[in-house]
């Protein structure tokens, strides 16, 4: 398989999907600012306000049952000061994903609602991972549960009659994912999400470990994001959350293997808890919303 073909086959899709105008310039624009250091509240205030529709989205994630805050928000300004600015970069990121995966599906035999709730529970597992067993901040975690998968989406709206092909042919309990995308459209949803949230000025991290979600990875560290998103993969897909029904996730990969035996305790407890912690966040992943409005 040619990796210089796959990535450009990815750019050519991803192109293809920006002329599209799915993702609104203003949340663009904002996502890259939260990468910015240099950025002031004041600015991303002034911005955001150019939508006001944004505006009261935003603010009801910010005052959602998730973050559990004890006084109500009622400004961009308040809400980045009591979340932070990586949790506002999410919350930007779940808004525009939210509106994505609301639209209509294009293929008969795929299923957004299977891969908005297969990344939904990978955000809140990989974050649960990063926080719980690594004491590390979950946001970047919990941002490459959310957009690992992106990459289909892009292929389904870009490619209609390629995507419905692969869907119809491919088979989750014996193919290959990867593989048989590659086989299909000359390229893999890995390859195109890390190149198209890498346009986001997202950090580099968070595409690389999204472009080998998918890879063997015997030397990776289990605390990295790469690790940890394979990780969160596993442990969902032996609890049925799949992007795929009847797919089956393999760890391949000995270091993460041998990790997980080593605190298998505390895995189970992780396993134990994601029910409450998935309940504990339905407001802040719910399309209604976006599906009346």
Request: a negative charge; one cysteine or more.
């Amino acid at each position: 398989m040619d990796p210089i073909n796959r990535t450009n086959t990815a750019r050519t899709i991803i192109k293809k999907f920006n002329k599209m105008k799915t993702i609104p310039s203003v949340a663009n624009t904002l996502i890259k600012m939260t990468q910015d250091d240099k950025s002031t509240l004041e600015e991303f205030e002034k911005v955001i306000k150019m939508d006001p529709v944004m505006v009261l989205r935003l603010l009801k994630l910010v005052n959602s049952s998730y973050f559990s805050l004890q006084t109500k928000i009622k400004n961009i300004s308040e809400a980045v000061a009591y979340i932070g600015m990586d949790n506002l970069r999410n919350l930007l990121v779940l808004d525009v994903l939210k509106n994505i995966f609301s639209k209509k599906t294009i293929s008969e035999n795929f299923s957004r609602s299977y891969l908005w709730l297969h990344s939904s529970v990978a955000s809140v597992c990989s974050q649960m991972v990063a926080e719980r067993i690594f004491t590390q901040k979950g946001e970047d975690a919990f941002l490459c549960g959310l957009l690992h998968d992106i990459g289909i989406i892009v292929e389904e709206q870009s490619t209609p009659k390629m995507f419905s092909d692969f869907c119809s042919n491919f088979n989750p309990a014996k193919d290959v994912l990867t593989d048989y995308e590659y086989l299909v459209m000359g390229t893999d949803h890995p390859t195109i999400g890390s190149l198209f949230i890498e346009e986001w000025g997202l950090n580099m991290d968070i595409c690389k470990a999204i472009k080998v979600h998918h890879k063997p990875l015997n030397k990776v560290e289990p605390n990295s994001l790469e690790g940890i998103l394979q990780i969160s993969e596993y442990l969902i897909s032996r609890l049925q959350y799949n992007a795929f029904p009847e797919m089956n996730v393999i760890l391949n990969s000995n270091s993460l293997l041998v990790h997980m035996k080593n605190n298998l305790t505390e895995y189970k407890a992780i396993v134990d808890d994601l029910p409450y912690e998935i309940q504990k966040a339905k407001e802040l992943y719910t399309l209604e919303e976006y599906q009346n409005g």
